[in-house]
């Protein structure tokens, strides 16, 4: 007579994109068991991630440091399904309270208000399917005046700046040469 193992309640793992306009963040996401039971061989499963609208995903995620790195996770395969699948299968699955994570180098391009991307676990057998679905939210600041990316230091913007000085230094140099003449 074979014993049954129970089967792993498997949940998304995510974190918040936070940081400002420019900035590349490094962000974990993964997958949690909560139990009660363990996979035990059984393959692990995947999860999708789907990145926040005015991000961009500057890296895929991988493991090991030799010339044929295996990626974690394959990169969109097109335009109308732009997700990373995060493939678990080579990997040991987490016991009941644990969780596996990789991490996502992530470069926040625009403030979106309200962007939010998603995270998604496929696991074998999960006996609760309603938790396999998570938000990514996205807390992302202005961009810093001094940082390239901002509207104001573009050279168009440069060079109306500099017409502007050339003009005020000339009707400056106007002003006081009239001023001049009129003491004498």
Known sequence: MSRSTPSADYVPVTETVKGRVGDTVVVRFGVANLGP????GAALGSFAVVPPAGTTVTSIPWEGDDDDRRYSCRPPQDKDNYFFLC???????????????IGFHIRIDKRIPGAEGSIT???????????????????????????????????????LAAGVLAFAASAGRWFVKSRWRDRS
């Open 37 to 40: 039971g363990s996979p035990d």
């Open 87 to 101: 493939d678990l299968s080579q990997r040991r699955a987490p016991e009941p309270g644990s969780s596996i994570t």
């Open 121 to 159: 676990v496929y696991g074998p057998n999960d006996p609760v399917p309603g938790n396999d679905r998570d938000a990514i939210p996205v807390e992302a600041a202005p961009a810093p005046l001094w940082r390239w990316q901002n509207p104001l230091w573009r050279w168009q913007h440069w060079v």
